[in-house]
């Protein structure tokens, strides 16, 4: 499979569908994403929760895979859930920090 | 070749040092269903309590050691209040400690045994029949020593322990300790006539008579007080601190400010509550001294909640977070009360004997109850969503928590409850019937709204709100 064909744009598309039901935003405005790699049709998502013990971080981790594996093109998805570097409020975009109710930065 | 994708939401996307790998997605994931069926009999309880209350408000009115005050105390703590505690540690301790429960099959047998002893054990106080109080009570009991087996041995897996894992562990000491307490005031006001020690239960006969007549060297009031508290301090009191810790940062994104406080607050608490045990068990005159180290461990819980509050980033506090924290702030009036009470040359007559029910009722109802309604709005809604959305998230637009319940009805909830406390407990200090009446129908009317936003959360079961999935861009969906 020609790599070009999955791009970022639509990566990103897909993981904003996933969202956090307690704080009601989706994963990518509040920063939850550490790095994402595409190898042919194999996505790996390298990603934090807001606290560690998170009682959502099952769920998430499955809704991370629902989105990517309902993409063209997408054959495996693994992720990988780490504490370290741990999530901070700074990592939203702005529209996280809205959509939450955070304070600026 | 890889293609790197930089995550242009991140601040800094490329975190500089090695990650570290967290636990498998899904190795702690225990059943929604258990704990959704003692928060059902809990709210059932509570419904019920309050009903009684309303019906027949004259037993809060007068003295509290008589069999209706003591029938309906332990509707309230042991049908509602443990029932949802038990529920929700099942759920919680594992997720929040980030371990396993050790097992759900002894966490069943345990929900048998709980509904079976405490509807025995609430209506056999009510006729007076202590050896059938007795009976019942074992048979609570046991659920209890499953229930303390089962969370021991998940604490055991506790890869870091921390000051909510050692709260934890001090609650269901002091569990324990209460519910033998209390089984010894129990065998205390039996009758063993019928029985005799050479029939095959002589040996279990000889010990109840042996605890019987311990438990008779001490004044009765203030063995059911020392009991009262076991319960009410040790372990509701402490879980409420242990959980602060680690459930007020999850939902306002604050931290613990300081562990040292945390912990000092635990071991204070840990240490009053021994000295008060004993010495509200022997009537003695140090009494207030403990009361006060009881009082400097919740405020020093208090200094360590309001500096994770003012390091929060999220600014708005929900309803859920505001319900708990007016039952923490509801420690200062029960603290006042709870030195008040203490004092030695306290006059024995019938207001102070109002005070204590009103310094009982507060406890449970005011800090208790409400701290427990208001994480029942955290606990419900993840339960449901868990089972009726966790597997569909990313495949079709699932509802947030808030969208299960409703906020307005959850906030005249929070209202009510206020209203009614404060009407109650007039009601209760100055003996009228009246205002124990409207008070209690207040906390009715507030019970109610939370049991109507329940059953609006658990629609989702039989009526899910899926929505297909919005994309802003021409993203490639693979077809069906």
């Known amino acids: ?105 | 070749m890889a293609v790197s994708l930089p995550i242009s939401a991140v601040a800094d996307p490329s975190p500089a040092r090695p990650v570290a790998a967290a636990p498998a997605p899904g190795a702690n994931a225990p059943s929604v269903t258990l704990p959704l069926a003692f928060v059902l009999v809990g709210l059932a309880a509570l419904l019920a309590g309050m009903g009684w209350l309303v019906v027949r408000p004259g037993i809060l009115a007068a003295y509290h050691y008589n069999q209706y005050v003591i029938a309906a105390t332990h509707l309230f703590v042991l049908g509602w209040i443990c029932s949802v505690v038990m529920g929700a540690m099942y759920q919680l301790v594992p997720v929040a400690l980030e371990t396993k429960l050790y097992s759900q099959r002894l966490a069943r047998w345990q929900f048998a045994f709980h509904v079976a002893g405490f509807t025995g054990m609430v209506w056999m106080f009510r006729k007076w029949n202590m050896e059938e109080v007795a009976h019942f009570g074992s048979a609570f009991a046991f659920g209890v020593v499953l229930f303390v087996y089962n969370l021991a041995r998940t604490l055991r897996r506790v890869p870091r322990w921390n000051v909510t894992a050692a709260a934890v562990a001090s609650a269901l000491a002091w569990l324990s300790l209460a519910i033998i307490a209390g089984l010894s005031l129990a065998a205390a006001k039996c009758t063993y006539d019928g029985v005799s020690e050479s029939s095959a239960v002589g040996p279990i006969l000889h010990v109840f008579k042996s605890v019987a007549g311990f438990v008779a060297r001490f004044d009765a009031i203030s063995a059911m007080h020392a009991h009262a508290h076991l319960g009410g301090v040790g372990c509701f009191t402490m879980l409420i601190v242990g959980v602060s810790y680690k459930l007020i940062p999850m939902f306002t994104l604050s931290e613990v400010q300081s562990h040292r406080r945390a912990a000092w607050s635990v071991a204070l608490l840990n240490l009053g509550l021994a000295g008060s045990f004993v010495t509200i068990l022997l009537r003695s005159r140090w009494k207030p001294a403990f009361a006060l180290v009881i009082v400097a461990a919740l405020a020093v819980y208090g200094w360590e909640i309001v500096a994770i509050l003012r390091a929060r980033k999220r600014r708005a506090l929900d309803w859920g977070i505001k319900y708990f924290l007016t039952a923490v702030a509801m420690l200062l009036p029960v603290s006042a009360l709870a030195i008040v009470l203490s004092w030695p040359r306290l006059p024995l007559n019938a207001f102070t004997g109002q005070l204590e029910n009103a310094y009982g009722f507060l406890g449970l109802l005011g800090v208790v109850t409400f701290a427990i309604m208001g994480m029942l709005y955290k606990i419900v809604p993840f339960l449901v969503w868990f089972g009726c959305y966790s597997r569909q998230i990313g495949r079709v637009r699932v509802p947030a928590l808030a969208d299960l319940y409703s906020a307005r009805l959850q906030a005249a909830g929070y209202w009510a409850f206020l209203a009614g406390l404060a009407v109650a407990c007039a009601g209760i200090v100055t003996s009228s019937e009246a205002g124990v009446r409207w008070g209690c129908g207040l906390l009715a009317l507030s019970t109610l709204t939370l049991a109507v936003n329940v059953g609006s959360m658990l629609s989702h079961f039989s009526r899910p709100r899926l929505k297909p999935l919005t994309f802003q861009s021409s993203t490639v969906l693979k077809t069906a």
Not at chain 1, 68 to 78: A, I, P, R, S
């Open chain 1, 1 to 105: 499979m020609n790599t070009t064909e999955l791009d970022e744009a639509a990566v990103l598309e897909a993981l904003r569908q996933v969202m956090d039901p307690e704080l009601g935003c989706n994963i990518v405005d509040l920063g939850l994403l550490y790095s994402v790699a595409i190898t042919g049709s194999k996505v790996t998502v390298m990603m934090t929760l807001t606290t560690p013990g998170c009682p959502m971080h099952e769920s998430i981790s499955w809704g991370v895979k629902n989105a990517l594996l309902g993409l063209e093109h997408v054959e495996d998805v693994e992720v990988g859930l780490v504490w370290d570097p741990p999530w901070n409020p700074a990592m939203m975009t702005e529209s996280g920090r809205k959509a939450t109710g955070v304070g600026s930065f």
